[in-house]
Structures are given as structure tokens and as C-alpha cells.
């Protein structure tokens, strides 16, 4: 077994803290923004001191390669992203990035062989924070590989031309063109070059931990649906019109939020749902609101729970304290089951380390679940500690963060000996 | 009794209502913005026309002087708003200058002579939309003859600090000095130099319509009360975090607001109260929310039943959902009484012109409540269609708001015959 440097590992955990510092515990690091490009200087920085060749796509997706002995052999890809919610926090997605990095340095510090090139590679806007929606990269680049019901949400055109959230002007697109790492799109991750992708990230909640696992060996991402729900009221002066003359949307929403809670707890326990943005019309304090829009995420492993929910949420009644209430399905996934021989290479990895395991769900969308459909693909999740994410808290101990980095090291090595080029 | 000229009239709203046209109905010109000043370039090109002398304030507030006979005389004041708020009708404020400058008009046209000089004037920045709060200007001139338990949130120098609800950043006195009619301090509203305040409106409500009234002689303003009720949960990530692991801020705010609404429901039905204003953190479909902030505004003409709100809203449960709730009074405000006298006239104006009528209370709040405290003042209402106003809809026919301009007319007319300078 090989074993990966905690010290190299820890420092580039600090450094890369402060690519979109908040100045309280967490980070905000959007895509394609100023901070990304700090991030990525860095990155390329150190991946040319160990000699790997660095390029980059039209979507700025980043590859550091370090050449393998083989002639003409597919590249192994290690990927992960820079990118952060608003708040976000040090681990999400920048953790997966800096464990390949830290497999890289490591095979060029003690000199591994290798077969194949092994790629250490960033994955731009996987957060969607600012250009909605989530993943966009990847599943752009896996597009062609989606299955068909699902390719309507995820159109090239349509998500190039998505428009940042803050300024409601700007495209992806035009961010894109400004950015420094925008390549060729002749160098888009494709099955023709690539072999296989391997993506650590933490687990962003609280099993590992509450089971005392040390990694998890992820075996596949839930399924999932996301609403809008819309609730239209009439805007009239709070101070002007009798209770009951109102039609007051966000009084309705509360009556709406609490029939949802009340119908999707009925359902399987493993359910997680989420209302996590709402929109508010006109939002004056002195006006009732004649307009609310909220999102529902609803996730199971079960895609017939996920039907259950989708029966609920559209089934909703019409009305609400006199406002109309409608709901629109914005995208939805079934359950994405990750390549076999992968999950294996990762648990011979984990076993041979000591490490305590166990198999784990996926609840959170990731890159690598876009990918599997192209690409033999697997993760490798660490602890989040109390299970927090997207905030402050969000924190792993380094010294799970160097297992983690481990894991990965020697289960790319036995990708890199056993799994056969097609 | 003197009429004015409804086609006139009619003409000036039309007028009027492209400077911040929505293109849906009505209008969004916030105090200090570019359509704000155009809309008081039209009313200084129609007052030179009937040869006013036209002065500003150095809070903007702009007044159009129209001489009467008298030497030495106090002024007699018709006042209203030409902002808005975000989305709002082309009546609430803009209607009260408007037929202001029609009595004027009317008064030039028919040589109507009056002792004492009679002035059109538009209060800056009445709904505090985009510089909170409402009424801004005239609570800083009125300032030293409030009650002392309203001044702290009235004082001159933090209004003038109030930030942009758009940008954060740009301050109510950053505006002001880039702004067209800002003038000189001396040239504010004072009772050395006048006499009396009337105030033109629309109701903002249902009350006239139902009551087939055309004419509400308003005696008082409401009292109310304005709290911001905050909610502390914890954010996470949608898809891995379990039901029972969560703090989620906007499910605790919904039943936050349920409860509210049954407790007081249970008070005086007169009672009004509105939530129109959510701040939700960090507002992503993806992240469970931790923290919420919301507007609670009350009203009653009845102090005691605004005490049993206020004990209702201090006395919230500490904890919904596992979420942490407090609540902080922003500001409130007693019942205000106009001055009989000038009730009087509105009164007998009304009567001579043979509208129906009726006494009716305020319950929004107007720059003729803070002027109270200062000068004689006093307010009429003209219908609102359906009720709606701070929307599209908001609408009064043009025959009400003649009637309105009649009512203004000649009651201004009695001010300036009977009532005594002291």
C-alpha cells in the first residue's frame, strides 16, 4: 500500500481556504469568478512543478495529467470542483480536488509506476450557485449518454445561456468567454481517451459518523424531483384592508409548506424533502404578498417513493386561503448505480488500509453521477463532522481527509493494473 | 362652490402616469430616481405656467407658492407624494399632489381670490421603498414636536444614513445631493410660516366602495405596531441531511405564522395585521434554510387591542421546530387625531357639493400624521376601487377624483376665510 503525505495534504486544505474567504469559517467561491481563478493558478502551479501537462475545455473543465508508461492507453480521471455555494464551506467538492492533487504529488514523489496517464481534473460550476442548475458541466459533456427523458433539462444551449442569479444578465456563457481557463472543446472528457473516473468528496451528512465509519464506499446517488411550487394571492395596503377581504400568498405558503410536511412524513422514513428558496412578491412590509414561489427537493433511493412524492406535490389542492396554488416538475434523476468493478477497487483499497467502512447512498447530486453514464465511474466519501455542509461548519479532521486521499491513491493504482482498456 | 376641471384633472393623471410606467397597469417611481424627477418637472412647468413662485427643501420636499392678498400671512399647505412603491398604482400619492395642483390651476383660472398664499407641495420619499422607512421627510421636519417615545426612530441623522434596498450601499443623503430639487434648509415646512396642512388620498381599502360613499372625511390615523420576527435554524444540505436532523428556519416560520394568525384572530376583528416582508438565508434550492427573518405590521384604532398584540408577539413560544424565534419592535405609533376645525370644513365642503359621505379612519400611514404634530392638519379620502392599492389594479374613477379635487377646493377656500392665524 502506498501512502499519501498528511502534511502536503493539510497545507493545501489552507491554502485553497483562502481562494473566497468569508472571514467566518466558510468560503463563497462561484464559478468562474475571481476566486476560482485563484484556485485553479494554484492548482496548475503545483501540478506543473511535478511535471503533468495541464489543459483545459470549452467549459473550463481543468486536466493535469501525469503520463503513465503505456503507449496509447486511456487516462484514468480523478475529478472533483472548486466551485462553493453562497456560505459554503472548506470540504464540499474543493476536498476531492486537493486529494487528487495530493495523488499526484504523491506517484511523482516516490516515483509509482503506472500504466495509464492519471488525470487530476476540476469539474466547472457543479454548484450552479450563481448559473443554475447544478452539474452543468458534466452533464453537458455526458449529454449524449443521458437517458432520453432526462436530456431536455440539460441542453447545451439552454444552460450556456443561463443567467447568473445575482445580476440577471449575465450568461454562463459570457462568464465563460472572459475566464481564463477556457479551452478547446476538442478536449472535452470523452470514452474514446478516458478509462475510468474516480471522485472523493465528503458525505455532506451525518451517517459516517453516527456509525463511526471512517470512508464510505459510495455504491450509488438517490433519485431525486424538484418543484416549483406557485401560489398567486392579491397585492392590496396592509393597513387598509380587512382580514378578511385578503388574499395574502405567503399566509397561504405556510398552510401549503405544512400539508407537504404533514403528507411526505406518511411516506417511507429515508425521504428527505427540502424547501430551501422561496421568491416573494412585491416583499414590502407594508404591501400583502400576491406572490410566492418556493422549491421542493425531494430524494430517495426508492424511485417509487419518488413517485409518491410526485403524486403528492401535483395532486396538491388548488386553492389555499383563496390563493391558487400550481406546481411545476423542474427536473427530476432516478437512482444512478455506479460501476461495480470501481465500487471494488475502492473497498479492496479500504480493507487493506483497516479503514472502518461501510457502503454508503449518495444523497447529494454529483459530477461523477453524470459521468457514470458515459464512464465507468465510482465515489469515495469521508465524515462530515455533525453532518453539516453548505455552511460554515462544514468540516472534516485531516486526518480522515489523508485516509480519504489513501483510499483514492490505491484504488486508482489497482484501476490503473487491473481494469482493462475496450 | 367652486368646481374644478375634471378634463384637466384628468389630463394630469394621464400625464403622470408615464413617468415609471410598468407597461402593466401602474407604475414603480421610487422617491430620488430619475422618474421621480420628472414627474416634478412637469408639476414646476404647470405651476410657472399660473405664475407660482416654486422653492425646495433641502430634504427635496418641493413646494409651488401661490399668492393670496394678504401681507404677512401664514401659508395654507395642500400635500401629498409622487414615489411609490416597487410596483404600485398611479393614485396613492400622486393623486393628493395632482389635485392639488388643480386647486391651484382652478384658483388662477377663475380668479378665486384668498388671503392668505396657498401652496402645492410633494412630500419626498412618503413610502420609504428604497430608503426605509415610510415618511421619511416629513418625521424629520416634524421631529421636535413628536411624542418623545416616537423620536428614536426618527432621528435625522440615521434616516438620512438609510441605505438602498437595492444596492446596501448608496444612502438616502447620497441620493438627495445628486438630486435635482434638492434646496435649502430654511425653506422647510414650519409653524412660523404656516397655517395649515390638508392632505388629499386615496382610502387604500374597501370601506367607501362597500359603503357607497364617495367622500371619507378622515379624523384619525390608527395606531400600529411593526416587529421583526427572526428565526435561527441551521442550514445543511437538501439531499443527505435526515428529517429528524433538521433546524429548517422557513418550516419553523410557517408555523410561526400560524400560530400568529390564530392568536390574533382572536383580538377585535377590526384589528388588521400584515407579513409582507421575508428575508431568507441562504435562500438556495438546495441548502435547508437557517434563518428567516419576517415583518409582522398591526393596526388598531384602539391602543389597547396594539398592547395586546405587542404581548402576543413579545410572548412567542422561544422555540418552533427546534428553531430559536425572537421577536424586535421596529417602530409603532399611537392613534392620531386630526384637527377638528379643518375636519370641519372638509366636512361642510363636502356637504355643500352634496357628496355622499362618511367619517372614516386612516389606516395607513400619511405625512399628514407626522405634520400633526406640528400644524393644523388634517386628510380627505376618495374611493379605492375593490379596495387594492400598492398593485396594478389600484384605480379611482375620474369622477371621484374630481369630487376629491372639489371637496379640496373648498375646504382649503373656508381655511383660508375662517381659520385665524395665531
Same mark, same amino acid.
Given at each position: 500500500m502506498y501512502l499519501v503525505s498528511l502534511e502536503r495534504l493539510e497545507d493545501k486544505i489552507k491554502t485553497f481556504a483562502k481562494f473566497g474567504d468569508d472571514y467566518h469559517g466558510g468560503i463563497t467561491r462561484y464559478a468562474l469568478s475571481k476566486e476560482d481563478e485563484l484556485a485553479r493558478d494554484e492548482m496548475v502551479k503545483r501540478m506543473r512543478k511535478i511535471g503533468c501537462e495541464i489543459y483545459s475545455d470549452d467549459l473550463a473543465n481543468l486536466y493535469a495529467v501525469k503520463k #503513465?508508461? +503505456? *503507449? @496509447?492507453k486511456k487516462k484514468i480521471v480523478m475529478a472533483s470542483h472548486l466551485d462553493s455555494v453562497k @456560505? #459554503?464551506? @472548506?470540504? /464540499?467538492g474543493v476536498l476531492g480536488v486537493l486529494c487528487a492533487l495530493e495523488v499526484l504529488e504523491t506517484i511523482a514523489e516516490q516515483n509509482i509506476e503506472h500504466e495509464h496517464d492519471i488525470v487530476a481534473m476540476v469539474w466547472t460550476n457543479e454548484e450552479g450557485s450563481l448559473y443554475p442548475p447544478a452539474m452543468m458541466s458534466s452533464a453537458i459533456i455526458s449529454y449524449p449518454y443521458l437517458p432520453l427523458k432526462f436530456r431536455e433539462s440539460y441542453e447545451e444551449e439552454n444552460l450556456l445561456n443561463s443567467k447568473s442569479v =445575482? /445580476?440577471? *444578465? &449575465? &450568461?454562463f456563457e459570457d462568464a465563460l468567454k472572459q475566464f481564463k481557463y477556457r479551452g478547446e472543446r476538442k478536449n472535452r472528457l470523452n470514452q474514446q481517451d478516458y478509462l475510468a473516473m474516480f471522485e472523493l468528496h465528503?458525505?455532506? +451528512?451525518p451517517v459516517l459518523e453516527a456509525n463511526q465509519k471512517e470512508i464510505g464506499v459510495v455504491d450509488k446517488v438517490i433519485g431525486m424531483c424538484n418543484y416549483r411550487i406557485k401560489i398567486l394571492g392579491q397585492s392590496d395596503h396592509a393597513g387598509t384592508t380587512p382580514m378578511s377581504f385578503r388574499k395574502d400568498a405567503l399566509f397561504a405558503m405556510s398552510k401549503v409548506l405544512i400539508y407537504l410536511h404533514q403528507k411526505l412524513d406518511e411516506l417511507d422514513k429515508d425521504l428527505v424533502y427540502t424547501t430551501g428558496e422561496i421568491i416573494l412578491h412585491p416583499n414590502v412590509h407594508t404591501v400583502i404578498p400576491d406572490y410566492v414561489e418556493f422549491s421542493l427537493d425531494a430524494r430517495h433511493q426508492d424511485d417509487h417513493v419518488i413517485d409518491q412524492v410526485k403524486a403528492i406535490v401535483e395532486h =396538491?389542492?388548488?386553492?389555499?386561503e383563496k390563493c391558487e396554488v400550481t406546481s411545476t416538475l423542474a427536473w427530476h434523476r432516478d437512482t444512478v448505480y455506479f460501476n461495480s468493478r470501481l465500487i471494488n477497487y475502492v473497498l479492496e483499497a479500504t480493507k487493506e488500509l483497516n479503514y472502518p467502512y461501510q457502503f454508503i447512498n449518495s444523497g447529494a447530486g454529483h459530477d461523477a453521477q453524470m459521468v457514470s453514464y458515459m464512464l465507468p465511474t465510482t465515489m469515495i466519501f469521508v465524515p462530515s463532522k455533525n453532518g453539516h455542509s453548505h455552511c460554515d461548519e462544514e468540516f472534516t479532521p485531516i486526518k480522515q481527509c489523508y485516509q480519504g486521499a489513501n483510499v483514492l491513491l490505491n484504488a486508482v493504482l489497482k484501476c490503473d493494473k487491473n481494469f482493462e482498456d475496450k
Open positions: #503513465g508508461r +503505456g *503507449q @496509447n @456560505n #459554503g464551506g @472548506n470540504y /464540499d =445575482l /445580476d440577471h *444578465q &449575465t &450568461t465528503i458525505e455532506q +451528512g =396538491l389542492p388548488k386553492v389555499f
